[in-house]
């Protein structure tokens, strides 16, 4: 991480970013590292990628927040890009990540190998979290529906907002919970039973724009790259997700 000089460095530069959960893990670690590195202050907020919560990162920039930097799910970004409120062009993806599944430590640990063993436990749960971003948007369109449980779990799943699903699970609200890996693994007291079977799982990309409003376009640039580098590989490979370096 050493040489990353500022890109205008006379003085110091307030740099503000929307983030939404899933590559927080990761966030969190590399901005220190950057904010020393160059002498900027990096302003952090955070909501979900997707969803209409009060939080959300689209709900924000339809309030009209200005951002300089946004990192969420891939499908939101091209959604701002669209709407004109990330500028085109300047997309970067940062990382790869997974739906995984955790319950609390001391309970049985529900089999979700493969997708046969998946559904079962689905349909063997009390109660089921799931988040309002991007995974859970995945999950109650495309995969229960697949499945085929979508109305047998009705009553029992909640789509949770504004909130992470570990915090859920962990307060004894939900058997079981379903979000990014990178968002359940932070959560010490419970127990990570895995990701989903490669034949249910969505793998997405957790990219960085530039807003079309930022008031420091370039020092918002330079972040990005920041947090794409190579260098930056290993933290976020440490925090349950795959680098998009390679790609």
Sequence with gaps: MAGCASPSATHPTEIRVITS?????????????YEQATGYKVITSRGASLGNA????????????HFDVVILADSGLEQLITQGKVQKGSRMDLARSMIGMSVRKGTPKPDISTVEALKQTLLDAKSIAYSA??????????????????????????RILSERVGAVVLRGDADIGFQQVSELLPFKELE??????????????????????AKNPDAATHLIRFLAAPAAAPIVRSTGMEPAVAR
């Design 21 to 33: 959960g899933g590559f927080s893990a990761a966030y969190d670690q590399l901005v220190p590292l």
């Design 133 to 158: 971003s991007a995974s859970g948007t995945y999950l109650s369109n495309e995969l229960f529906p697949r499945l085929g449980v979508a109305e047998q779990i009705k009553g029992k799943a909640t």
């Design 54 to 65: 009060p939080d959300s990162i689209p709900s924000r920039f339809a309030r009209g927040e």
């Design 192 to 213: 990570f039973v895995g990701s989903l079977p490669d034949e249910a799982q969505q793998r997405v990309f957790f990219s960085a724009g530039v807003a079309t409003a």
